[in-house]
Protein backbone atom coordinates (compact mmCIF):
# COMPACT_ATOMS: atom_id res chain seq x y z
CA UNK A 1 0.00 0.00 0.00
CA UNK A 2 1.18 3.56 -1.11
CA UNK A 3 2.12 5.63 1.89
CA UNK A 4 0.60 9.19 1.48
CA UNK A 5 3.17 11.80 3.05
CA UNK A 6 1.84 14.23 5.45
CA UNK A 7 2.08 17.45 3.62
CA UNK A 8 3.06 19.65 6.47
CA UNK A 9 6.23 17.67 7.13
CA UNK A 10 7.23 18.19 3.14
CA UNK A 11 6.34 21.81 3.66
CA UNK A 12 8.87 22.27 5.78
CA UNK A 13 11.73 20.45 3.54
CA UNK A 14 10.58 22.39 0.36
CA UNK A 15 10.64 25.77 2.94
CA UNK A 16 14.72 24.99 3.87
CA UNK A 17 15.22 24.75 -0.29
CA UNK A 18 13.36 27.54 -1.29
CA UNK A 19 11.64 29.75 1.43
CA UNK A 20 8.16 31.23 0.54
CA UNK A 21 7.79 28.62 -1.89
CA UNK A 22 4.92 27.35 0.08
CA UNK A 23 1.48 29.05 0.23
CA UNK A 24 -0.39 26.84 2.10
CA UNK A 25 0.02 23.24 3.27
CA UNK A 26 -2.63 20.51 5.38
CA UNK A 27 -2.19 16.60 5.81
CA UNK A 28 -3.65 16.25 2.03
CA UNK A 29 -1.30 18.39 -0.12
CA UNK A 30 1.04 21.32 -0.58
CA UNK A 31 0.57 24.41 -2.17
CA UNK A 32 2.97 26.32 -3.70
CA UNK A 33 3.84 29.69 -5.77
CA UNK A 34 3.88 28.78 -9.28
CA UNK A 35 6.45 30.56 -9.71
CA UNK A 36 8.87 28.59 -7.41
CA UNK A 37 6.46 25.71 -8.95
CA UNK A 38 9.14 23.60 -11.31
CA UNK A 39 11.81 24.31 -8.86
CA UNK A 40 10.15 22.41 -5.92
CA UNK A 41 9.45 19.69 -8.96
CA UNK A 42 13.06 19.55 -9.47
CA UNK A 43 13.71 19.03 -5.39
CA UNK A 44 11.13 16.87 -4.86
CA UNK A 45 11.84 14.13 -8.10
CA UNK A 46 16.08 14.84 -7.47
CA UNK A 47 16.42 14.07 -3.41
CA UNK A 48 16.75 10.42 -2.70
CA UNK A 49 14.76 11.12 0.34
CA UNK A 50 11.60 11.47 -1.70
CA UNK A 51 12.18 10.83 -4.71
CA UNK A 52 9.09 11.20 -7.01
CA UNK A 53 10.18 9.65 -10.40
CA UNK A 54 6.52 9.15 -11.39
CA UNK A 55 3.78 11.78 -12.24
CA UNK A 56 0.32 9.74 -12.04
CA UNK A 57 -1.84 12.46 -12.37
CA UNK A 58 -2.14 16.16 -13.48
CA UNK A 59 -5.56 18.05 -13.05
CA UNK A 60 -7.17 20.99 -12.53
CA UNK A 61 -10.46 22.53 -10.71
CA UNK A 62 -11.80 25.66 -11.39
CA UNK A 63 -12.65 27.45 -7.98
CA UNK A 64 -13.99 30.68 -9.78
CA UNK A 65 -11.80 32.83 -7.86
CA UNK A 66 -8.79 30.94 -8.82
CA UNK A 67 -7.38 27.90 -11.07
CA UNK A 68 -5.80 25.13 -8.78
CA UNK A 69 -3.31 22.61 -11.28
CA UNK A 70 -2.68 19.59 -9.10
CA UNK A 71 -0.09 17.07 -9.53
CA UNK A 72 -0.21 13.44 -7.78
CA UNK A 73 3.29 12.30 -7.67
CA UNK A 74 4.42 8.58 -6.43
CA UNK A 75 7.68 7.28 -5.81
CA UNK A 76 8.44 3.90 -7.09
CA UNK A 77 10.77 3.39 -4.80
CA UNK A 78 9.92 4.36 -1.46
CA UNK A 79 6.18 3.52 -2.58
CA UNK A 80 4.48 6.88 -1.19
CA UNK A 81 2.56 9.45 -2.17
CA UNK A 82 2.16 12.88 -2.42
CA UNK A 83 -0.36 15.83 -3.63
CA UNK A 84 1.24 19.11 -4.73
CA UNK A 85 -0.69 22.08 -6.09
CA UNK A 86 -0.69 25.57 -7.88
CA UNK A 87 -2.74 28.42 -7.99
CA UNK A 88 -2.95 30.79 -10.63
CA UNK A 89 -5.82 33.74 -10.46
CA UNK A 90 -5.58 35.20 -13.66
CA UNK A 91 -8.49 34.21 -15.12
CA UNK A 92 -7.95 35.43 -18.45
CA UNK A 93 -4.39 33.74 -19.18
CA UNK A 94 -3.15 31.52 -16.26
CA UNK A 95 0.32 30.83 -16.84
CA UNK A 96 1.99 27.61 -14.81
CA UNK A 97 5.23 26.51 -15.80
CA UNK A 98 5.50 23.39 -17.42
CA UNK A 99 6.47 19.56 -15.98
CA UNK A 100 7.07 18.06 -19.23
CA UNK A 101 11.11 18.58 -18.23
CA UNK A 102 10.44 16.69 -15.56
CA UNK A 103 7.72 13.99 -15.77
CA UNK A 104 7.57 12.84 -19.18
CA UNK A 105 4.37 11.98 -18.55
CA UNK A 106 3.40 15.62 -18.27
CA UNK A 107 2.78 15.99 -21.91
CA UNK A 108 -0.47 14.71 -22.58
CA UNK A 109 -2.34 15.83 -18.97
CA UNK A 110 -1.03 19.31 -19.52
CA UNK A 111 -2.19 19.25 -23.21
CA UNK A 112 -5.82 17.57 -21.75
CA UNK A 113 -5.70 20.03 -18.64
CA UNK A 114 -5.13 22.72 -21.29
CA UNK A 115 -7.73 21.14 -23.72
CA UNK A 116 -10.50 21.32 -21.22
CA UNK A 117 -9.23 23.72 -18.88
CA UNK A 118 -7.29 26.27 -20.70
CA UNK A 119 -4.36 26.67 -18.45
CA UNK A 120 -1.27 27.58 -20.63
CA UNK A 121 1.97 25.33 -19.79
CA UNK A 122 4.67 27.68 -20.16
CA UNK A 123 7.49 25.74 -21.85
CA UNK A 124 5.25 23.01 -23.19
CA UNK A 125 6.58 21.76 -26.64
CA UNK A 126 3.67 21.16 -28.37
CA UNK A 127 0.35 22.81 -26.41
CA UNK A 128 -2.22 22.16 -28.56
CA UNK A 129 -5.85 20.49 -27.94
CA UNK A 130 -6.03 16.82 -26.76
CA UNK A 131 -9.55 16.16 -26.98
CA UNK A 132 -11.26 18.51 -28.56
CA UNK A 133 -11.29 19.55 -32.31
CA UNK A 134 -8.78 22.20 -33.71
CA UNK A 135 -11.48 25.33 -33.84
CA UNK A 136 -13.50 24.62 -30.45
CA UNK A 137 -14.20 27.33 -28.88
CA UNK A 138 -14.00 27.83 -24.89
CA UNK A 139 -12.62 25.62 -22.45
CA UNK A 140 -15.48 23.49 -21.25
CA UNK A 141 -14.66 22.41 -17.69
CA UNK A 142 -14.37 26.20 -16.55
CA UNK A 143 -17.17 27.12 -14.37
CA UNK A 144 -18.12 29.95 -16.56
CA UNK A 145 -18.47 27.85 -20.11
CA UNK A 146 -22.25 28.08 -21.24
CA UNK B 1 -56.99 -77.06 -42.87
CA UNK B 2 -60.60 -75.78 -43.21
CA UNK B 3 -61.37 -72.31 -42.58
CA UNK B 4 -64.14 -71.92 -40.11
CA UNK B 5 -67.24 -70.45 -42.35
CA UNK B 6 -68.46 -68.27 -39.32
CA UNK B 7 -65.05 -66.30 -38.71
CA UNK B 8 -65.71 -64.31 -41.85
CA UNK B 9 -69.13 -62.11 -42.24
CA UNK B 10 -71.11 -62.17 -45.41
CA UNK B 11 -70.12 -59.23 -47.94
CA UNK B 12 -73.16 -57.16 -48.07
CA UNK B 13 -73.76 -54.83 -50.91
CA UNK B 14 -72.16 -51.63 -50.10
CA UNK B 15 -68.77 -53.21 -49.27
CA UNK B 16 -68.91 -54.66 -52.60
CA UNK B 17 -69.76 -51.41 -54.48
CA UNK B 18 -66.71 -49.72 -52.53
CA UNK B 19 -64.62 -52.51 -53.94
CA UNK B 20 -65.83 -52.46 -57.27
CA UNK B 21 -65.12 -48.38 -57.24
CA UNK B 22 -61.45 -48.75 -55.99
CA UNK B 23 -61.16 -51.69 -58.52
CA UNK B 24 -62.20 -49.93 -61.40
CA UNK B 25 -59.63 -46.85 -59.92
CA UNK B 26 -57.08 -49.17 -59.70
CA UNK B 27 -57.35 -49.77 -63.18
CA UNK B 28 -57.87 -46.52 -64.47
CA UNK B 29 -55.06 -45.44 -63.21
CA UNK B 30 -52.34 -47.28 -64.57
CA UNK B 31 -50.28 -44.02 -65.92
CA UNK B 32 -49.50 -40.67 -64.12
CA UNK B 33 -51.50 -38.04 -64.99
CA UNK B 34 -49.24 -35.24 -66.84
CA UNK B 35 -47.68 -32.45 -64.91
CA UNK B 36 -49.86 -28.79 -65.67
CA UNK B 37 -46.35 -27.55 -66.70
CA UNK B 38 -45.55 -30.30 -69.09
CA UNK B 39 -45.73 -27.89 -71.67
CA UNK B 40 -42.58 -26.02 -70.34
CA UNK B 41 -40.90 -29.25 -71.41
CA UNK B 42 -39.07 -32.16 -69.65
CA UNK B 43 -35.34 -30.23 -68.44
CA UNK B 44 -36.88 -26.64 -67.66
CA UNK B 45 -40.23 -28.09 -65.69
CA UNK B 46 -37.58 -29.63 -63.07
CA UNK B 47 -35.82 -26.13 -62.90
CA UNK B 48 -38.12 -23.41 -62.56
CA UNK B 49 -39.76 -21.69 -59.77
CA UNK B 50 -42.39 -18.68 -60.88
CA UNK B 51 -41.99 -15.58 -58.13
CA UNK B 52 -41.21 -12.24 -58.45
CA UNK B 53 -38.07 -10.39 -58.75
CA UNK B 54 -38.41 -8.04 -55.36
CA UNK B 55 -39.66 -11.20 -53.52
CA UNK B 56 -36.49 -13.00 -54.14
CA UNK B 57 -34.00 -10.43 -54.12
CA UNK B 58 -35.50 -9.11 -50.67
CA UNK B 59 -35.71 -12.85 -49.29
CA UNK B 60 -31.79 -12.72 -49.79
CA UNK B 61 -30.94 -9.35 -48.81
CA UNK B 62 -32.66 -9.33 -45.48
CA UNK B 63 -31.29 -13.31 -45.02
CA UNK B 64 -27.84 -12.27 -45.46
CA UNK B 65 -27.24 -9.14 -43.55
CA UNK B 66 -23.39 -8.92 -43.02
CA UNK B 67 -23.61 -6.10 -39.81
CA UNK B 68 -20.30 -4.08 -39.86
CA UNK B 69 -18.59 -4.03 -36.35
CA UNK B 70 -19.11 -0.96 -34.87
CA UNK B 71 -19.01 -0.06 -31.82
CA UNK B 72 -18.64 3.25 -30.02
CA UNK B 73 -19.27 2.96 -26.24
CA UNK B 74 -20.71 0.38 -23.61
CA UNK B 75 -23.79 -0.70 -26.06
CA UNK B 76 -21.47 -2.31 -28.03
CA UNK B 77 -20.94 -5.55 -25.27
CA UNK B 78 -24.74 -5.73 -25.38
CA UNK B 79 -24.10 -5.89 -29.52
CA UNK B 80 -21.30 -8.41 -29.09
CA UNK B 81 -23.53 -10.42 -26.28
CA UNK B 82 -26.09 -10.61 -29.47
CA UNK B 83 -23.21 -12.37 -31.53
CA UNK B 84 -22.32 -14.99 -29.67
CA UNK B 85 -23.44 -18.86 -28.87
CA UNK B 86 -25.93 -17.43 -26.40
CA UNK B 87 -28.30 -15.16 -28.49
CA UNK B 88 -27.01 -16.23 -31.57
CA UNK B 89 -27.92 -14.41 -34.95
CA UNK B 90 -26.57 -16.60 -36.99
CA UNK B 91 -30.38 -17.69 -36.73
CA UNK B 92 -30.87 -14.74 -39.23
CA UNK B 93 -27.70 -15.32 -41.72
CA UNK B 94 -25.93 -12.51 -39.44
CA UNK B 95 -22.85 -14.77 -38.70
CA UNK B 96 -20.19 -12.51 -38.94
CA UNK B 97 -19.73 -9.14 -37.99
CA UNK B 98 -17.51 -7.49 -40.71
CA UNK B 99 -14.21 -5.43 -40.21
CA UNK B 100 -14.38 -3.80 -43.40
CA UNK B 101 -17.26 -1.24 -44.63
CA UNK B 102 -16.93 -2.57 -47.87
CA UNK B 103 -17.95 -5.75 -46.80
CA UNK B 104 -20.93 -5.02 -44.95
CA UNK B 105 -24.51 -3.88 -45.71
CA UNK B 106 -25.53 -3.32 -42.17
CA UNK B 107 -23.86 -0.39 -39.73
CA UNK B 108 -24.91 -0.70 -35.82
CA UNK B 109 -24.24 2.28 -34.28
CA UNK B 110 -23.74 1.30 -30.51
CA UNK B 111 -22.69 3.91 -28.69
CA UNK B 112 -22.38 8.16 -27.58
CA UNK B 113 -21.31 10.06 -30.83
CA UNK B 114 -19.28 12.77 -30.11
CA UNK B 115 -18.48 15.76 -32.74
CA UNK B 116 -14.59 14.49 -32.93
CA UNK B 117 -16.16 10.65 -33.94
CA UNK B 118 -18.47 11.99 -36.09
CA UNK B 119 -16.56 12.34 -39.38
CA UNK B 120 -15.20 8.80 -39.71
CA UNK B 121 -19.03 7.41 -38.91
CA UNK B 122 -19.80 9.13 -42.02
CA UNK B 123 -16.86 8.59 -43.61
CA UNK B 124 -17.63 4.43 -42.96
CA UNK B 125 -20.96 4.97 -43.92
CA UNK B 126 -20.13 6.57 -47.13
CA UNK B 127 -17.74 3.16 -47.51
CA UNK B 128 -20.76 0.73 -47.51
CA UNK B 129 -21.65 -0.04 -50.61
CA UNK B 130 -25.34 0.26 -51.65
CA UNK B 131 -27.89 -1.55 -50.27
CA UNK B 132 -27.27 -0.80 -46.72
CA UNK B 133 -29.00 0.40 -43.68
CA UNK B 134 -28.47 1.59 -40.76
CA UNK B 135 -29.77 0.45 -37.07
CA UNK B 136 -29.32 3.25 -33.90
CA UNK B 137 -28.61 1.41 -30.64
CA UNK B 138 -29.17 2.81 -27.48
CA UNK B 139 -30.22 6.34 -26.17
CA UNK B 140 -26.79 8.31 -26.64
CA UNK B 141 -27.18 6.96 -30.10
CA UNK B 142 -30.64 7.79 -31.17
CA UNK B 143 -30.85 11.22 -29.13
CA UNK B 144 -27.58 11.55 -27.00
CA UNK B 145 -28.93 10.57 -24.02
CA UNK B 146 -28.01 11.84 -21.22
CA UNK B 147 -24.99 13.92 -22.57
CA UNK B 148 -27.92 15.67 -24.75
CA UNK B 149 -26.97 19.09 -23.52
CA UNK B 150 -23.05 18.27 -24.08
CA UNK B 151 -20.61 20.09 -25.66
CA UNK B 152 -19.00 17.34 -27.43
CA UNK B 153 -21.82 14.76 -27.83
CA UNK B 154 -23.99 14.40 -31.10
CA UNK B 155 -27.47 14.90 -30.11
CA UNK B 156 -28.83 12.19 -32.01
CA UNK B 157 -26.60 10.14 -34.96
CA UNK B 158 -29.68 11.02 -37.49
CA UNK B 159 -28.08 14.07 -37.61
CA UNK B 160 -24.82 12.98 -39.28
CA UNK B 161 -26.64 9.35 -41.21
CA UNK B 162 -29.84 8.33 -42.30
CA UNK B 163 -31.42 5.78 -39.93
CA UNK B 164 -33.46 2.81 -40.43
CA UNK B 165 -34.04 1.40 -37.43
CA UNK B 166 -34.12 2.67 -33.68
CA UNK B 167 -33.45 0.54 -30.57
CA UNK B 168 -34.05 2.30 -27.48
CA UNK B 169 -32.28 1.23 -24.08
CA UNK B 170 -29.63 2.00 -21.84
CA UNK B 171 -27.93 -0.07 -23.39
CA UNK B 172 -30.88 -2.27 -25.09
CA UNK B 173 -30.94 -5.91 -23.96
CA UNK B 174 -29.29 -8.47 -27.03
CA UNK B 175 -33.16 -9.48 -27.25
CA UNK B 176 -34.14 -5.97 -27.82
CA UNK B 177 -31.38 -5.59 -30.27
CA UNK B 178 -32.65 -8.89 -32.19
CA UNK B 179 -36.39 -7.53 -32.06
CA UNK B 180 -34.92 -4.30 -34.03
CA UNK B 181 -32.90 -7.06 -36.25
CA UNK B 182 -36.42 -8.51 -37.40
CA UNK B 183 -37.94 -5.32 -37.87
CA UNK B 184 -35.05 -4.26 -40.11
CA UNK B 185 -36.46 -7.62 -42.19
CA UNK B 186 -39.14 -6.77 -41.96
CA UNK B 187 -38.50 -3.18 -44.13
CA UNK B 188 -36.38 -4.93 -46.55
CA UNK B 189 -38.51 -7.11 -47.62
CA UNK B 190 -41.28 -4.39 -48.33
CA UNK B 191 -38.41 -2.78 -50.70
CA UNK B 192 -38.86 -2.92 -54.33
CA UNK B 193 -35.68 -2.73 -56.62
CA UNK B 194 -37.85 -0.75 -59.02
CA UNK B 195 -38.45 1.93 -56.80
CA UNK B 196 -34.64 2.07 -55.65
Known amino acids: MTTALNGEQVARRINKVSPGAVVASDKAAVVVTSESLFKVAEFLKNTPALDFDYLTDLTAVDYTDYFEVVYHLISLKHNHSLVLKTRCHDRDKPVVPSMTGIWRSADFQERETYDLMGIVFDGHPNLKRLLL ?3 FVGHPLRRDYL | MEIDK ?5 ANELDVAEGLRINSLMAASAHPIPDPDSWIGEELSR ?6 VDYVVDWARSRSLFPLMFGLACCAFEMI ?18 WSPRQADLMIVAGTLTWKMAPAVKLVYEQMAEPKWVIAMGQCTISGGPFRESYSVVPGINRIIPV ?18 TKLHQKIVKESISKA
Not at chain 2, 168 to 177: F, K, S, T, Y
Open chain 2, 81 to 98: GMATSRFDISRFGMDIFR
Open chain 2, 47 to 52: NVLVTT
Open chain 2, 6 to 10: YSIAP
Open chain 1, 133 to 135: WEG
Open chain 2, 164 to 181: DVYVPGCPPRPEGLIHGI
